[in-house]
Structures are given as C-alpha cells and as structure tokens.
C-alpha cells in the first residue's frame, strides 16, 4: 500500500510540473501538488521508511 501511495505521488508531482511549466498555473495545478506533499508526508510519518 505504501509503495501505491509513493506512485500515486510521484505521478501528481510530474503532472504538477507539466501543469506549471506547459500552462499557465490554475488553482487545479497547485491542488494536485499539494495531494503529492501530503501523500508524501503521510508516508513518512506512518515510518515504513523510505
């Protein structure tokens, strides 16, 4: 489950820079970079390591 959460992750942190760099920044495009951070955080918190 958590290396799902890591992907999910990553994948969020690559659309967000597409979103960034290919458009210009909507309200969207920080949501999906905030999921990313938490999902990150959450999995770090939980201490499955890295």
Do not use: E, K, Q
């Not at 958590?2 to 969207?28: C, M």
């Not at 920080?30 to 999921?35: G, R």
């Not at 990313?36 to 959450?42: G, K, Q, S």
């Amino acid at each position: 489950m958590s290396s799902l959460l890591y992907f999910i992750a990553v994948i969020l942190l690559i659309g967000w820079l597409i979103g960034v760099f290919a458009y210009s920044a909507t309200g969207l495009i920080h949501v999906l970079l905030v999921l990313a951070v938490i999902a990150v955080l959450f999995r770090l918190i939980s201490g499955r390591g890295v």
